[in-house]
């Protein structure tokens, strides 16, 4: 057990329609960070942030969005859905900084029909 | 971009034996680097990583090699056990804090160990 944790497990849901992914992080730790898996492919880095500020961008789509609250769990968010979403989505979480490992989450399973 | 590769999908070894994965990558600003492994149903979890002032970095039966001029790092497992059949992810970052600005992972190998 990471001690991050992800909810929902599983979802399912149509095209054109906006879901929303919890993450909490591993107690004391100030960065999360989101990541797609898609069939057959790496983990795709999203978004991190720090203490409730982004801290860095990799390949997120417009329609994605992500916040950290005060609390520092975090909630990421998938709009305008496509089939191409479907895939894992993992948080994981982290003290920060150049050299300190990640934490992740269990994921959730996103599938657009 | 597939600035880390990992060009084996995947490795079937012999319990016992030394199982080895391979990494490349193409940006030369990387200068950590880290293995996950991960099971079905769970997120990967950190196994052993090393920066680019090491070329070997050691833990129990794992040993992490890079070759910073080949820009290839390697992933060692003696003895291999069946309890380490999973997918593992080679993730490589650029130094400073904001390391998620530019950690990219590889699309993984699925190792089989078999008894």
């Known amino acids: 057990d990471s001690g991050v944790t992800q909810t929902p497990k599983h979802l399912i849901t149509a095209t054109g329609q906006r879901v929303t992914l919890r993450c909490s992080p591993r107690?004391?730790?100030?960065?999360v960070y989101w990541y797609q898996q898609s069939l057959d492919q790496g983990l795709q880095f999203l978004i991190q942030?720090?203490?409730?500020?982004?801290?860095a961008k990799g390949n997120i789509l417009e329609r994605f969005s992500a916040q950290q609250f005060p609390d520092l769990h975090s909630e990421l968010n998938l709009s305008s859905l496509e089939l191409g979403d479907s895939a894992l989505y993992f948080c994981?979480?982290?003290?920060?900084?150049?050299?300190?490992?990640?934490?992740f989450g269990p994921g959730t399973r996103l599938t657009v029909l | 971009d597939q600035q880390v590769k990992q060009n084996s999908p995947s490795l079937s070894v012999q319990e016992g034996r030394i199982s080895i994965l391979n990494c490349d990558y193409t940006?030369?600003?990387?200068?950590?680097f880290l293995w996950y492994k991960k099971y079905p149903a769970e997120g990967p979890t950190f196994l052993i990583s090393?920066?680019?002032?090491?070329d070997k970095n050691e833990d129990g039966r794992f040993t992490v090699f890079l070759n910073k001029s080949a820009k290839h790092l390697s992933l060692h497992i003696v003895p291999s056990q069946p309890g380490d059949s999973a997918v593992y992810f080679c993730?490589?970052?650029?130094?400073?804090?904001?390391?998620?600005?530019?950690?990219?992972f590889g699309a993984g190998t699925r190792l089989t160990v078999k008894p």
């Open positions: 994981a979480s982290g003290p920060g900084g150049a050299y300190n490992e990640q934490f």
């Open positions: 107690s004391g730790d100030l960065s």
């Open positions: 942030y720090y203490n409730g500020e982004e801290r």
């Open positions: 940006n030369s600003m990387f200068d950590y």
């Open positions: 090393i920066s680019s002032i090491k």
């Open positions: 993730a490589a970052g650029g130094g400073g804090f904001t390391i998620g600005n530019d950690m990219r």
